[in-house]
């Protein structure tokens, strides 16, 4: 159980054109999803919060109206990488927790964005 | 602001030998501590947790770490090492006075198991 998907898992777009990244809880209901970044080598870092029926949190730095978080359901949340630049290629991690916040998380495989 | 350290970029072990994969936190409040693993090609996996209770905690695949709050480590371990254990080991806290609700991650261990 506790399986999240996410698609597509790499994705290859022109400079000033949007993408869409979908993250799914397959086999569970998901309070509360978020939204990481990893560069190569690095670590994971938090881009964003999101609560079904509610407006995402963003952490500092991260440009809400470039990255725009929908979360419609307890099983969806999408992230939209809008006017996408070669600066915004990265690996796009997302994850799902259940209930109270010292759950644990669980992890999507990621999607790849090239932005040429 | 919370942050995670993981010392060491890659820990070499013998097949057999117990493995340490080290990790302190830094947080204003108590901790909420996490261990993820990646694997090539795969989404991270949860080994374990610390909430609160016992300082030793077992998780997955044979794994324990001991949560040490005057030294603010949550070193992870593994009393034999599997050629399979090799991947890369994540080290994650939250402080449970709120701030961000997502997780602040090490910068990660890659563990390398020699048979």
């Known amino acids: 159980g506790a399986v999240v998907s996410q698609h597509p898992s790499w994705v290859i777009c022109k400079s000033g054109t949007s993408v869409k990244i979908e993250c799914r809880s397959l086999d569970f209901q998901a309070t509360t999803m978020f939204w990481y970044r990893q560069f190569p080598k690095q670590s994971l870092m938090l881009m964003a919060t999101s609560n079904e029926g509610s407006k995402a949190t963003y952490e500092q730095g991260v440009e809400k109206d470039k990255f725009l978080i929908n979360h419609a359901s307890l099983t969806l949340s999408t992230l939209t990488v809008t006017s996408a630049h070669p600066e915004d290629s990265s690996f796009y991690i997302c994850s799902a927790r259940r209930g109270l916040v010292q759950a644990e998380q669980f992890f999507g495989p990621g999607t790849r964005l090239t932005v040429l | 602001a919370q942050s995670v350290a993981q010392p060491e970029d890659q820990v070499n072990v013998a097949e057999g030998n117990p493995l340490t994969v080290k990790c302190t936190y830094s947080?204003?409040?108590?901790?909420?501590l996490f261990w993820y693993v990646q694997y090539p090609n795969r989404g991270l996996q949860f080994l374990l947790k610390y909430i609160t209770g016992d300082n030793l905690v077992k998780g997955s695949y044979g794994f324990e770490a001991e949560f040490n709050k005057s030294q603010t480590s949550f070193h992870l371990k593994k009393p034999s090492a599997l050629v399979s254990d090799s991947a890369l080991y994540f080290c994650a806290v939250r402080d449970r006075r709120g701030g961000a609700d997502g997780l602040t991650f090490g910068k990660g261990t890659h563990l390398i198991i020699q048979p």
């Open positions: 947080v204003s409040g108590n901790p909420y």
